[in-house]
């Protein structure tokens, strides 16, 4: 790939070569766990498929030029790619977490990663006087999402790096671009030091894999993150690498589609005289929607919205015919979550009050389905 092609271009080709043995115009799957060793020491760069594979090497090239990066490492999951993070940090290191990240990124922080003697605060990041308080000379990772799941709030990630550069910290910045994807926002364009993902959303896009990975420019970051992959083993398999591929070949087409339809949605839904909050950073309603042209080339698939009445919201979850009630996000069909009982339900009841996580609270991931029948979906499931 020449640095000169565009995003589209990258989508369908980035990582990839025809096969060599064949020509395959496709990336084989490389179902194997070992490779035949020449003599002693002399091998063509593949020894053990733990330490690496040829399918798994394509999806890393792959989802590391989707985000401007150089290196990518590839993780079983979303949480697997996270976990990896946060093993660059040892026993006595502090973390600053964005205060609403997915329930599964903070149970992990909470109730695993403390358990080895790491210490976190966890702060709303978009609040840099806020940030700034809660940076100590031994904070070595911030850690946010923006947008955030599931209230959508946004994150100045120039603004941090500004001040992580302001303050001197020692702290690597890394993002979770799992919401907006890199065809919307570009974070280490924007001064983020690591961008990791649940590529079981956007990125693969077929509710049909589970995996994470995490991207950077850094020579050294890279070489430690492949060295926890190796050491810790938890990799994406070859199987879900290629499925991942032919997802990033439609990112682009898939995105534009969510980006319209979400927006649509949002519209109607705000204009609807019966709830009480509809959550979008394209509304110009939202309190960052400066930011959010700014940061972002479009807002993504999801909409939250508060009905305002929990009893209203868990008859409606019931009633969609076309948005199917599950958890997960970021399938090209369309899917309805309630955050309180499903993905957010670890987090202690006082923090979800909060942060707006409310038993009325839906999240919607907007499909690229015909909008007008993801309308007539909710008019009726609002009628309900
Ligand atoms: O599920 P997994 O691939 O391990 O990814 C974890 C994860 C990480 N980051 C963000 C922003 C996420 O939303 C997720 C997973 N989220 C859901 C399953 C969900 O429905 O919100």
Known sequence: MTTTQRFATTCIHAGQQPDLLSGALMTPVYFTST?????????RGYEYARTRNPTRDAVEGN?????GAEFGVAFASGL??????LELLSSGDHLVLGDNVYGGTFRLVDKIMSRFGLTYTQVDTSDLAALRAAIQ????LVMLE???NPMLGLTDIEAVRGLLKELGAPAILAVDNTFATPFNQRPLELGADLVFHSTTKYLNGHSDSIGGVVVTNSAELSERLHFIQNAAGAILSPMESWLVLRGTKTLHLRMERHNANALQIARWLEQRKDLKSVYYPGLESHPQHELAKRQMKGFSGIVSFDTGDAERTRRMAATFKI???AESLGGVESLICHPVSMTHGSVPEGD???LGITDSLLRLSVGVEDVRDLIEDL?????A
């Open 352 to 354: 979800r009050a909060k």
């Open 35 to 43: 490779y035949i060793q020449e003599g002693l020491n002399q091998h």
């Open 323 to 325: 948005f199917a009630l």
């Open 146 to 148: 923006t947008p955030t």
């Open 379 to 383: 008019e009726q499931a609002l009628k």
């Open 63 to 67: 989802l590391a030029a989707l985000e």
């Open 137 to 140: 000379p031994h904070t070595k």
């Open 80 to 85: 697997a790619a996270t976990q990896a993070v």
